[in-house]
């Protein structure tokens, strides 16, 4: 399970509420950042990386941009169900413009806020696939080991 | 129907529950149960291990059912039917014993494309540790299985044993299993069928079959979980070593070594599942109140409607054979128990769990047949089981919801 939201959250976000949120399916059908390609006046300079979900084929990549240790572009592309798709969506806007430091405190609970909806352990990964893909970009672009999942989702 | 549905517990639940997931897990009737709470208020006590009367009870509790399961597939000897945890277990038991003894640098193994994890990754590991090659046989575009290859395969004269699904879990199609063993018998490889899927959807005769292993497990004939069952020809289970080493499978143990028990102790090693025995049997004794005619009459009528059903939603696409087929020309032989599916632009996490929400159960992902899925292209389907209990108004009420879900994501 994970660490450290079994608090007040839980309260907010009953299980019985729809995890199809208007919020969600939004940012699934309209996602932010989506581009197959990295932004063009990044081209040079981006860092690219890829995750994937194995059990459902879920599938993220981001292109990132960091200069002064800070994201000055993050474009993304993917494959997968509404949540995976729709929390990258949103993690891209939560991103842009964030600091290494910044980054490096991003939780789950942060992208469980973003969503806002009740995130159960069956829906774990699909939530936090994006989270762990920029996680490993932003640790390829400090020529660091890529984290494992058991990282990304706080129980390591 | 409703005799049928009003003897499981889960069943009669209130809202009616769409369960589509027997594949998976077949639910479980009052009888197992009653059963199984029987053996626990009156038998319960190990087995072979006591003189005392419910030591005696459990004994005979637990050969009686070995003996339901001999009749059940028609095995010729009891002591050909082996309890184990599970099917997967049956198999690995087969793979470490048999595969360890018999197979040697140079000999092959081959499976089909249509194998379940369980029935390639103790193949695998042989593979690894013996030096050993796989060689697959792939499908045509109806989920059959090319018999060509297997021939080409069997002709190399490498093959010693040909690992089988008698059912896909993933298409609901059936390899012709005659016709493979008796290919397979001719150049001198054994057969071992993986029955976890068929042996709810069909009669087997494991002597009219003549295959050399068969292993299946209980959960999804609609008994307990936790029980598994592996038939081998005897003569071959009595030359093969131990699998697992402790109580019960030896005849003599000293300080400086062990000889093994005879069959079928020899493969029983440890307490084995009794209570779970007891209630596989229990509901084979249940089953058999039913003709396999009529439970396959049903279970096909279902199957018909659902392919019918399905085909009526736009941007679905039935895999296999089941999308290929024409109503009219509907195969009775060939399809059983399930089909998948998968929905444009809906990945079948969210459909599944926007129906599971409504009380639908279906599965979603690979089925654990991940080599099946690479084949045709695509990451994880969705899955529709049936089994004796489905009823028509549950495919109703699933298709109603299939097209709701697909408006809800893509309005």
């Known amino acids: 399970m994970r660490k450290g939201d079994s608090g007040s959250a839980e309260k907010i976000t009953p299980l019985t509420m729809d995890v199809y949120a208007e919020n969600v399916l939004d940012h699934y059908r309209h996602p932010r950042n989506k581009s197959q390609e990295p932004k063009t006046k990044v081209q040079d300079s981006a860092i690219i990386h890829t995750e994937e979900n194995l059990s459902c084929g879920d599938t993220v ?4 941009a960091i200069e002064n240790d800070r994201i000055t572009s993050i ?6 169900c509404a949540i995976s798709q729709a929390a990258m969506s949103m ?7 964030k600091s290494i430091r910044e980054m490096e405190v991003l939780m789950p609970q942060n992208v469980y806020d973003l969503l806002g909806v009740p995130i159960g352990p069956r829906r774990t990964k699909c939530a936090l696939l994006g989270l762990h893909t920029v996680k490993n970009a932003m640790r390829k672009h400090a020529g660091k080991e890529m984290q494992r999942w058991t990282e990304t989702m706080g129980s390591s | 129907m409703d005799a049928v549905r009003r003897q499981f517990p889960y069943l009669r639940a209130k809202p009616q529950p769409v369960y589509l997931d027997s594949a998976a897990m077949a639910q479980v009737p009052d009888a197992v149960l009653d059963a199984v709470n029987a053996w626990e208020q009156s038998s319960r006590s190990n087995v072979h291990r006591g003189m005392h009367e419910r030591a005696e009870a459990s004994t005979i509790a637990y050969e009686s059912a070995r003996s339901t399961v001999q009749t059940f597939i028609n095995a010729t000897h009891a002591d050909e039917i082996i309890f184990t945890k599970s099917c997967t277990e049956a198999i690995n038991l087969v793979a470490r014993s048999w595969g360890e003894q018999n197979l040697h640098t140079g000999d092959a193994v081959v499976l089909s494309i249509l194998e379940h994890h369980s029935n390639i990754v103790p193949w695998q590991q042989l593979q690894e540790r013996k030096g050993i090659d796989i060689l697959w046989v792939d499908m045509d575009d109806e989920g059959g299985l090319r018999y060509d290859q297997l021939e080409t395969h069997l002709q190399s004269g490498r093959v010693k044993l ?7 879990n993933v298409l609901g199609t059936a390899p012709d299993l005659p016709k493979i063993i008796s290919l397979a018998h001719k150049t001198g490889a054994l057969v071992s069928v993986d029955a976890a899927q068929a042996i709810a959807h ?5 002597q009219e079959l003549d295959c050399d292993f068969l292993a299946f497990s209980g959960h999804k004939l609609y008994a307990p979980t936790g029980v598994g069952v592996l038939y081998g020809k005897r003569e071959l289970l009595q030359s093969m070593p131990p699998f697992l080493g402790g109580g019960m499978m030896i005849r003599n143990v000293t300080t400086e070594g062990f000889s093994p028990a005879d069959l079928p102790a020899k493969f029983e090693a440890g307490t084995p599942p009794i209570a779970q025995a007891v209630g596989l049997a229990a509901a084979i004794d249940w089953l058999k109140q039913y003709s396999w005619k009529d439970i396959q009459t049903h279970e096909q009528e279902i199957l018909q409607l659902t392919i019918d059903r399905l085909k009526s939603i736009p941007a679905l696409h039935i895999l296999g054979a089941a999308g290929n087929f024409q109503f009219s020309i509907f195969n009775f032989q060939f399809l059983h128990g399930c089909l998948s599916f998968t929905l444009s632009s809906v990945h079948p996490h969210d459909l599944t769990e926007i129906l599971g929400r409504k009380g639908i159960a279906l599965r979603a992902g690979h089925h654990c047949c991940m ?5 045709l292209g695509i990451p994880a389907s969705n899955r529709l089981s049936v089994g004796i209990y489905t009823t028509k108004e549950e495919i109703d009420a699933c298709v109603k919801a299939i097209l709701e879900a697909q408006k809800k994501l893509h309005p």
């Open chain 2, 371 to 375: 080599p099946l899925h690479k084949r």
């Open chain 1, 91 to 97: 993690l891209s806007e939560e991103s842009s413009g």
């Open chain 1, 61 to 64: 990549t981001v292109h990132l």
């Open chain 2, 162 to 168: 040909v690992a089988i699904t008698a059912l896909s």
């Open chain 2, 202 to 206: 069909m009669p087997i005769d494991v």
């Open chain 1, 75 to 80: 474009s993304w592309d993917g494959t997968g």
